[in-house]
């Protein structure tokens, strides 16, 4: 009797192939053991998770230069409830270095290391929002003036390029310049060169659990409560509040100071349901099944009007540290 192979786990990504989250998702996983579906946009991955045709997904979260990426914050506002069963249960980090990609000219070609790149012939550039922020100094000094078109990615960005002739250029990666067959025409055109982009990954079916037993407290002795997180762990969450109850985002944050979670990371979204009234992104150290987490949560729940877990996963920042 033969046995039927079974299916590996899959894992969606902003596609195509080649984009930096196809590299952090074959970062995280081990690419003998999942298949790699590539999406169109985020909002698709999200879908794909949401309805678990895939059982990961991997979406851009935030970059060192250019800050959140707010396409990914607006789907975990998930103000219409499409996507109640996706929460996250991994991040990951990916050093992100730019090139400008097109087909050489006699003019970005040339050998001699003291002549500067011309870029004249330029007409058109394509790349993802996230990349041009992250380009502009270099963008500003070359081709000031030349329109730029956003996609969908990084990696479509030099498929668009390789399509078209010299006059349009992409800002992609080396990976996505062989991927395309396009050529380099100038390399690591990004702002900083620490630049680096996190990914978080997503699922609808699975969750993490706390990444060590947690040692004995440390306890504060004026109130008890405990001094720092015992997990090397972060969660995120998003909440609101009655903007019209003066402190109300303070006796929030607060909750945090008063139970030693340290905030990592604080950003915010328009609701969209009343102007100038906000869903707001708190992400700290700690994992939600820690006691000190849950306790705390529920003490900030008196001054939220809603509070939503997104999810807990391992800090890998601090391996970067």
Known sequence: MVEKDVPVPSVAFLGPRSTYTHQAALEYFDAKKHSFVPQVTIADVFNAVQSRACTYGVVPFENSTNGSVVFTLDLFCDRDNKFPD????????????????????????????????????????????????????????????????????????????????????????????????????AADIEDSHDNTTRFLVISATETSVPSSPPPSPVVDDGDGRPKESRYQDKTLLTFTIDHKQPGALCDCLKVFKDYALNLTSLASRPSRLIPWNYIFFVEFEGHEEEENVRVALEDMGQYCKSLRILGSYRDRQKKRV
Request: charged share 15%.
């Open 86 to 185: 996706v929460h996250v249960m991994g991040e990951t980090y990916v050093d992100v270095h730019h090139c400008l990609l097109g087909h050489p000219t006699t003019t970005t070609t040339t050998t001699d290391p003291s002549s500067p790149p011309n870029f004249s012939h330029v007409k058109k550039i394509y790349s993802h929002p996230q990349a041009f922020g992250q380009c502009e100094r270099f963008l500003t000094q070359h081709l000031r003036g030349v329109e730029r078109v956003d996609v969908s990615s990084t990696s479509k960005a030099a498929e668009l390029a390789s399509l078209e002739p010299n006059t349009t250029v992409a800002i992609a990666s080396r990976a996505a310049a062989a991927a395309h067959g396009v050529a380099v025409l």
